[in-house]
Structure formats: C-alpha cells, structure tokens
T-cell receptor, first 115, second 112 residues
Framework: NAGVTQTPKFRVLKTGQSMTLLCAQD?????MYWYRQDPGMGLRLIHY???????AKGEVPDGYNVSRLKKQNFLLGLESAAPSQTSVYFC??????????????FGSGTRLTVV | AQSVTQPDIHITVSEGASLELRCNYS??????LFWYVQSPGQGLQLLLK??????LVQGIKGFEAEFKRSQSSFNLRKPSVHWSDAAEYFC??????????FGTGTRLQVTL
C-alpha cells in the first residue's frame, strides 16, 4: 500500500551543489509529475512524463532536469542549486493525464533548502 | 489556457459552523474539477471530483461541492466543521487531455 514514495524527505544544499530527488510509484501508472509548492503560489508543474522514456516541460522547468528510465521511477535533478529553488517538491502519478477516477496520487513531499 | 482562482487565502471558522470555500475556474470546454486537502507536512489527498452528471458531488470526510457552469464555480462545502479539518485546500481543473492546474490554496483555521 505504498502509493507514491519520495526520497529524501528533507535536504539542505549549498548554492551550486547538485542533487537528485527520487520518486517511485507502485500503481503501474503511466503518468508522473513533479510539482513545486511555494507559499501563496500553490503547486506549479515543473516537468512531467506520459510514459517510460518520455519527459516534457511544465510551467517552471528552468534549472531542473528529469528522467524516466523505468515506468515506476521519475527522477528530478538539480544540476546547480540556487536559493530560488528552496521549496517543497511533490511527485504525483496518475492513470490518465486528466487524473481519471482517482485523480492524482501524491507523495508526501521533499523539503529542500538551498543556502 | 486553463486556470483556477481561489479568492480566499485564509479562512477561520468555529468548530461546528458551516464552511464554504470558493473556487472559480477558466476552461474552454467541460472541465474536470477536483478538490484536494493538504494537512501540515503531508502530501495532497483527493477530497472529491466532478467529471459529469450530477452537479452536486459528495466526497470524503463529509465534504461536498457544487459545479455551477453559469458561474464557472466549484465551491466546497461542509455543514459542520471539525477541528481536524484545519488544513490547506486546493481546487484544481483539467480537461480530457490536459494536465491538472491548481489554485493557490485556501488555508482553513478552526477555532474551538
């Protein structure tokens, strides 16, 4: 009954460091998403994937890269972290791009601080 | 482009009082509409959804929402709020082939 699992849950980076956030889902969903959540701005889509081996840009893709080598995993990379990337990052997955009957299933988030 | 407006950033209600959270959307065709709830430090949980049919939809935890096409609204309601309902609530919209777009959220505080 895992659903969507994100690792790590917390991380502090120095400006210029790189890191990868991992998202894993066990629901056999085709679609996966990375959002960032900032106060007063709701959730904004960074990148998404419509299936294994595919990725696409969302609203705020600059400074991030993603990969979907396996259907169950969706990785979000920060090549050179900046303070503006301090945020809470959420991964989500869904059966269809519109969410379908179950909507999107979200992970519990990764709180990233860039100093 | 699709968009969602939640005009209330923060709402405070007394426990036992009724609640209505507002949501207005912009979408060119018939939308799919959702309400999610986020408790502190947690991810988002689906409360309810509207795809078609009956415009009054029931969700979990005693919540309901009404789709009003003429007003482009999908307001969330609960007859009697419990202290455990304190959380942030997000309205979201999508189409049949579109990604979910979220509003900026409404934070609900419940006083005892």
């Amino acid at each position: 009954n895992a659903g969507v699992t994100q690792t790590p849950k917390f991380r502090v980076l120095k400006t210029g460091q790189s890191m990868t956030l991992l998202c894993a889902q066990d629901m056999n969903h085709e679609y996966m998403y990375w959002y960032r959540q900032d106060p007063g701005m709701g959730l904004r889509l960074i990148h998404y994937s419509v299936g294994e081996g595919t990725t696409a840009k969302g609203e705020v893709p600059d400074g991030y890269n993603v990969s979907r080598l396996k259907k169950q995993n969706f990785l979000l990379g920060l090549e050179s972290a900046a303070p503006s990337q301090t945020s809470v990052y959420f991964c989500a997955s869904s059966y269809s791009i519109a969410g379908g009957a179950d909507g999107y299933t979200f992970g519990s988030g990764t709180r990233l601080t860039v100093v | 482009a699709q968009s969602v407006t939640q005009p209330d950033i923060h709402i405070t209600v007394s426990e036992g009082a009724s609640l209505e959270l507002r949501c207005n959307y912009s979408y060119g065709a018939t939308p799919y509409l959702f309400w999610y709830v986020q408790s502190p430090g947690q991810g988002l949980q689906l409360l309810l959804k509207y795809f078609s049919g009956d415009t009054l939809v029931q969700g979990i935890k005693g919540f309901e929402a009404e789709f009003k096409r003429s007003q482009s609204s999908f307001n969330l309601r609960k007859p009697s709020v419990h202290w455990s309902d304190a959380a942030e609530y997000f309205c979201a919209v999508t189409g049949t082939a579109s990604k979910l777009t979220f509003g900026t959220g409404t934070r609900l505080q419940v006083t005892l």
